[in-house]
């Protein structure tokens, strides 16, 4: 199985900023379509955002929840084979574990779909 390795999560005082970061050491992530979940604790897990592979044209190059429009950004540097999560204006209520996964593609039903590979999830705690 693939591995996906997420960093960059902390502590944040409410309103900051933080940028995950997923990357891959066995395989081209360009190739596939990312999403971001996460999970706090006593809830179930949750689709942020997905950014699709980077040859697929057929719709929404990138999809958030729209609990975090306009305050997250997913994006990708193929040169560094690395997806970002740029999350802006954090809430308490962003708190939990992130992780990124792999897919062929986002689709409209991103977030319930099967992801193939998971990384091992970062923690985000945004609090005063």
């Known amino acids: 199985q693939l591995q996906l390795v997420e960093s960059g999560g902390g502590l944040v005082q409410p309103g900051g900023s933080l940028r995950l970061t997923c990357t891959a050491s066995e395989f081209i992530l360009r190739y596939y379509a990312v999403g971001w979940f996460r999970q706090a604790p006593g809830k179930e897990r949750e689709g942020v955002s997905c950014i699709s592979n980077s040859d697929d044209t057929s719709g929404d190059s990138e999809s958030y929840a729209d609990s975090v429009k306009g305050r997250f950004t997913v994006s990708r540097d193929n040169a560094k084979n690395t997806v970002y999560l740029q999350m802006n204006s954090l809430k308490p209520e962003d708190t939990g574990v992130y992780y990124c996964?792999?897919?062929?593609?986002?689709?409209?039903?991103?977030?319930?779909?099967?992801?193939?590979?998971w990384g091992q999830g970062t923690q985000v705690t945004v609090s005063s």
């Open positions: 996964a792999s897919a062929p593609y986002c689709g409209t039903n991103w977030k319930r779909r099967p992801y193939d590979s």
